[in-house]
């Protein structure tokens, strides 16, 4: 594919403000057309008045993905919003790392989250969705989405995952369930804390005496040997909880709610379940509910005559570059497509370790739910449901859903 030529920076007083917000649900934001019209790599500013680097083209934002000159450490990285101004930075965990180092520590975990691994796990993530969807079928009225299937089967997976014992799961999803609703920023710092100070208590049990899950096995392999310390354990189980919590989450109620919209692609999926998988991957390219992939120059990078220099912020967007003319019919919902190496999860070094798991669930949620109920439509008019504009990760807060009943 011919690359678009690399345009040179607008003035400042001509500059975008980014973020930008999306008018509709199934598209990225309107602004996004734009700047790719003009190059792969454009600029706008932020909240401040600080600059930052658009990428918006598929090839330049793989490119500088895996490139070592970008950095993923968060001092580095730019504020997307002014709540987001003068967090603390102690929080670090692999992911806010750059490699050699952040390789040391992703390697700690790659191997509990393989194809083989996940695999394994399936039976469970099975259960659990048929128990959440024959639930729903018993339930009388309305039912919400997000609360009845998408919340809880995220919530169980990613506790079975770090061995947290049953009794406290219901704990794990009331308080986790606060950061995916509308709550303000007090209520999620808090619940945040709840969280943290559980998985503290919880490390520091496992230490005593290992059972099962991540955390047990992390205690075993890195912790004793002194490969992690226990801040650092306690920071990785945080990290799973959130990224492997809130991501599910958020596209189990949107691919649910694009699928209901389109009964003809769900009566083809459940005549041909084998075709689950490629629905995933084009629901995962279609909304890129993790649009912002947030670096900074460690040296000036030159693309195409255009230095991005040392400090500057980059921001690779994940919704754009998915919509890059190297897709077909990019704006399309297509589950035959054969072009499914989207950017959904990332690229390069730091690309979503879960992923796997992720797409396990996703398969499974979806499959359950128009299994069991095929006619499943949504309670509620598109422009009456409540989309998370307002949020780094894009999804819905609720999900109203109906059917019918015998």
């Known amino acids: ?164 014992p049953y009794a406290d799961r219901e704990f794990f999803h009331s308080r986790s369930s606060v950061a995916i609703q509308s709550s303000t920023a007090e209520e999620i710092t808090s619940a945040f804390m709840d969280l943290y100070q559980y998985l503290d208590k919880l490390v520091t049990a496992k230490e005593a005496e290992p059972g099962e899950g991540v955390i047990s096995r992390l205690v075993v392999e890195q912790l004793r040997p002194g490969a992690l310390t226990h801040q650092e354990l306690v920071n990785t189980a945080v ?16 691919g649910a709610l694009t699928l209901m919209r389109r009964p003809d692609v769900v009566a083809e999926l459940r005549a041909d379940p084998e075709l689950w998988p490629a629905a995933v991957d084009e629901l995962l390219r279609y909304h890129s509910s993790a649009d912002w992939l947030r670096r900074a120059a460690k040296e000036d990078i030159e693309i195409d005559g255009t230095v991005i220099k040392a400090g500057d912020s980059v921001i690779g967007l994940a919704a754009a570059a998915n919509r890059d003319e190297r897709f077909a019919n990019a704006d399309e919902f297509d589950i035959h497509r054969t072009e499914r190496h989207h950017l959904a999860f990332g690229y390069g070094p730091h690309q979503c370790i879960g992923q796997h798991l992720a797409k396990a669930e996703l398969e499974i949620a979806f499959g359950t739910l128009f299994d069991k109920i095929p006619d499943v439509v949504p309670a509620a008019e598109l422009d009456e449901l409540p989309f998370k504009h307002d949020a780094t990760l894009f999804g819905l807060y609720r999900l109203p859903i109906t059917f019918a009943r015998p």
Not at 40 to 49: Q, S, V
Not at 118 to 132: F, G, K, N, S
């Open 1 to 164: 594919m011919t690359q678009t030529p690399v345009s040179p920076p607008a003035r400042a007083e001509e500059l975008p403000a980014f973020p930008m917000a999306r008018t509709c649900p199934f598209a990225p934001p309107e602004g996004y057309a734009e700047l790719r019209a003009q190059g792969p790599l454009t600029k706008a500013t932020l909240w401040n008045g600080k600059e930052t680097w658009l990428v918006t083209g598929y090839d330049l934002v793989r490119k500088l993905l895996q490139d070592p000159r970008i950095s993923s450490e968060p001092p580095r990285l730019a504020t997307i919003a002014a709540s987001e101004d003068g967090q603390s930075t102690n929080f670090r965990t692999f992911v806010g790392m750059d490699p050699p180092e952040h390789g040391v520590y992703r390697r700690m975990l790659t191997s509990y989250f393989t194809v083989k691994r996940v695999q394994a796990m399936r039976p469970a993530i099975q259960r659990t969705a048929d128990e959440l969807v024959d639930g729903i079928l018993a339930t009388e009225g309305p039912v919400d989405l997000v609360e009845a299937l998408a919340m809880p089967l995220a919530t169980t997976v990613i506790c079975e995952l770090l061995g947290v």
């Open 239 to 254: 990290l799973l909880l959130i990224v492997g919590h809130e991501t599910s989450a958020n596209m189990i109620g949107l």
